[in-house]
């Protein structure tokens, strides 16, 4: 069974850093896409940024230049580096994986999501 698990997540104040990771486990045989999304109360689950399995990457235009997406494809692991964080990127941040992976005798291919790791920023 695959798992994402996310962890890092954090009090941190406003200008610092903070770095999460995300590592696949399960009998994996693929990872493709890779991305974090956040959450913020009453608000919808928003893309931050993804990266391909070459290391192609893309941002969401409120991130960009402050967080940095990476992955270590040998450790099935999908890092986000946040700096110089304000008080609007707190939110519960989600890792996500397009994963193709053996279970239940057959192999295919889909979405999972992490259970999510809360990041809060003060003023």
């Known amino acids: 069974q695959v798992q994402l698990v996310e962890s890092g997540g954090g009090l941190v104040q406003a200008g610092g850093s903070l770095r999460l990771s995300c590592l696949a486990s399960?009998?994996?045989?693929?990872?493709?896409?890779m991305g974090w999304y956040r959450q913020a109360p009453g608000k919808q689950r928003e893309l931050v940024a993804t990266?391909?399995?070459?290391?192609?990457?893309n941002y969401a235009d409120s991130v960009k230049g402050r967080f940095t997406i990476s992955r270590d494809n040998a450790k099935k692991t999908v890092y986000l580096q946040m700096n110089s964080v304000k008080p609007e990127d707190t939110a519960a941040y989600y890792c996500?994986?397009?994963?193709?992976?053996?279970?239940?005798?057959?192999?295919?291919?889909?979405?999972?999501w992490g259970q999510g790791t809360q990041v809060t920023v003060s003023s």
């Open positions: 996500n994986a397009d994963i193709y992976s053996y279970s239940s005798g057959r192999y295919s291919r889909r979405d999972y």
């Open positions: 399960g009998s994996i045989n693929s990872i493709y896409d």
């Open positions: 990266i391909t399995r070459l290391g192609s990457t």
